[in-house]
C-alpha cells in the first residue's frame, strides 16, 4: 500500500482516494516571469515522478497544474521589456514547455491560467465577503479576514498571535488587521485590469489557486503540491479561502517537495543565485539533470554543485554501461528487484532506495551477461521499465554515452580507427595497436573492448 508524507498531519499516511480508483492532484506551478530555474525543475521532477508511480500503480490520476501568468513580478519584467504582460508570459510560458519536453517531463492533464479565471476568483471572493470573512474597504481592494478563520496555521503550525509580534500594516494599505491579506487589488496607473464588483482591478496570488483548483477537480481533492517554500503563507491562505467558501475539507493530503540549494541557501531569483534550466542543460545532458533531481527523495533539499551532477552522470553512465550490446527485448526476470523497487516508491516515493534497486540489478545483469545472454537481456528490459518511472534510461546506450561527441570528434575517423586497431591486433601488430589507441585517447575517446567487440566513448 501507498503511503505518502502529508504535511498537514506531519505522519506519512495509507493514501486512500476519496473516490475509488480515482486521483485527484493540484500542484502550484510557475509565475511565468522569466526562465525556470533549476528549484523550478526540482518540484516539475518531483510531481511528474509522484503522477508517473501513480499511474504505475493503476491509478486513475487527473493532474493540474497551473499557470500563474499575472503578479507584480510579471508586470515589472514586462514594464523593463517594453512589452504587454501576455506577450511576455506567452514567451515564458513556451520556454518553460521547452525546458520539461527536454528534462522529459509529462504534460499536466489540465494547466488552467490565472488569467482564465477572473469570474471564478469574483464568485469566490464576494462568498467570502457573505460569509463575513473578507470586506472590501472602499478603495478598489478586497482583504481576507485572517482572525474569523479558526483553523489558520494547521498547516505550517504557525500562531496567529506569533504572527502578529512584529507585522504592521502598511501607510497604503486600508487592512483591519496585519495579518489580512489581499483577495483583490485595485487597479494602479499603467497596470493591466479587470472589472469586478469592487473596481477595476486584478487578483491577489492566492485566491488563484483556490479557485483553479476547486474548479478543475471539486471543492475537496485527494493531494495538494508545491514546493516547501509555498507551505506558509501561500498555501495556509488557500486553505483558508477555501475552507471558509465551500465549508469542507479543501485537500486531503498536501505534499511539499524539497528545494535547491547553494552554499546552503535555497536557490531563488530573488537571491540571485540561480542558475535555469537552460544554463544547466548546456553543460550537461538533460537526463544527468533529471537524475540529479530524482536521486535524492523529494522532500529533502539538493545541494547543487559540479561535483553532484557529474556524479549523477557517473551513475547513468553504469546503468548505460549495463545496458549497452543487449538487444532491446520485453521485460523478463528479476521478480524480486520489482518487489524491492515497489517498496521503496510505496514509502512515500522512496527514490534513494529504488535507485540503490537498480544498481544491484546492473550488478546481476552485468553477472549473467557472459554466460546467459537471453536472461541478461530480459534483465536489461527490466532495468529500463523500472527506469521509465523514474524518467530516465530510454534512451540507446551508445546515444547517451556518445552524448556531446557531435563537433568534438568525428565518428566515422572513430569507427575507421577502431577497425584499423582491430585488424592489427588480428595480425598481432601490437605496438600498431597501442598507436592507435593512443590516437585515439589524445582525441579524448575512450575504448571499451568486452565480448561483444570494442564500443567507444567520449572521456569526461
Not at 518531483?46 to 500563474?68: C, H, M, P, Q
Not at 472589472?195 to 495538494?224: A, K, N, Q
Request: hydrophobic residues 35%; glycine residues 8%.
Amino acid at each position: 500500500m501507498l503511503n505518502i508524507y502529508n504535511t498537514l498531519s506531519k505522519t506519512k499516511e495509507a493514501f486512500k482516494p476519496l473516490d475509488g480508483n480515482k486521483v485527484r492532484m493540484y500542484v502550484c506551478g510557475m509565475t511565468v516571469y522569466d526562465y525556470c530555474h533549476l528549484g523550478h525543475g526540482r518540484s516539475m521532477v518531483a510531481f511528474d515522478l509522484v503522477t508517473r508511480w501513480l499511474r504505475k500503480s493503476g491509478y486513475e490520476l487527473t493532474y493540474v497544474r497551473n499557470i500563474t501568468d499575472i503578479d507584480d513580478k510579471i508586470i515589472n519584467r514586462a514594464n523593463e521589456n517594453g512589452e504587454s504582460f501576455d506577450a511576455l508570459t506567452a514567451r515564458m510560458i513556451d520556454a518553460m514547455h521547452e525546458d520539461e519536453r527536454r528534462l522529459n517531463i509529462l504534460k499536466p492533464d489540465q494547466e488552467p491560467r490565472a488569467t482564465d479565471h477572473i469570474a471564478g476568483m469574483h464568485a469566490m471572493i464576494q462568498t467570502l465577503i457573505d460569509k463575513g470573512y473578507a470586506y472590501a474597504p472602499g478603495n478598489g481592494d478586497v482583504y481576507y479576514r485572517v482572525g474569523k478563520f479558526v483553523g489558520y496555521g494547521k498547516l505550517s503550525r504557525k500562531k496567529i498571535e506569533d504572527l502578529r509580534i512584529g507585522a504592521r500594516i502598511e501607510v497604503d494599505e486600508a487592512k483591519q488587521d496585519p495579518l489580512d491579506f489581499v483577495l483583490w487589488k485595485g487597479v494602479k496607473p499603467g497596470e493591466p485590469y479587470w472589472d469586478s464588483p469592487w473596481g477595476p482591478g486584478r487578483p491577489g496570488w492566492h485566491i488563484e489557486c483556490s479557485v483553479m483548483s476547486t474548479c478543475c477537480l471539486g471543492e475537496s481533492f485527494d493531494i495538494h503540491g508545491g514546493g516547501s517554500d509555498l507551505e506558509f503563507p501561500h498555501h495556509e491562505n488557500e486553505i483558508a479561502q477555501s475552507e471558509a467558501a465551500t465549508g469542507k475539507q479543501y485537500a486531503n493530503a498536501w505534499m511539499h517537495c524539497g528545494m535547491i540549494r547553494i552554499n546552503g541557501e535555497k536557490m531563488s531569483k530573488s537571491l540571485n543565485n540561480f542558475f535555469t534550466i537552460r544554463d544547466v542543460l548546456e553543460k550537461y545532458h538533460p537526463e544527468v539533470v533529471r537524475y540529479l533531481l530524482v536521486a535524492s527523495h523529494y522532500r529533502s533539499a539538493i545541494n547543487y554543485s559540479e561535483d553532484s551532477l557529474r556524479d549523477a552522470k557517473g551513475a547513468l553512465e553504469r546503468f548505460y554501461h549495463a545496458l549497452r550490446g543487449l538487444p532491446r527485448v520485453p521485460a523478463k526476470g528479476g521478480e524480486e528487484f520489482v518487489e524491492r523497487f515497489s517498496v521503496a516508491m510505496n514509502d512515500d516515493f522512496g527514490t534513494p532506495e529504488a535507485c540503490a534497486v537498480l544498481f544491484d540489478l546492473v550488478r546481476e545483469i552485468n553477472r549473467l551477461r557472459d554466460s546467459d545472454l537471453d536472461a541478461a537481456a530480459g534483465l536489461a528490459g527490466r532495468l529500463r521499465e523500472l527506469g521509465d518511472v523514474l524518467g530516465v534510461l530510454q534512451l540507446e546506450a551508445d546515444d547517451f554515452l556518445r552524448a556531446g561527441a557531435e563537433g568534438k570528434v568525428d565518428a566515422a575517423e572513430v569507427e575507421a580507427l577502431i577497425q584499423a586497431r582491430l585488424q592489427a591486433r588480428t595480425d598481432k601488430n601490437w605496438a600498431e595497436s597501442d598507436r592507435i589507441r593512443d590516437q585515439l585517447t589524445a582525441m579524448g575517446v575512450v575504448l571499451e573492448d568486452g565480448k561483444g567487440g570494442t564500443t567507444w566513448r567520449l572521456a569526461d
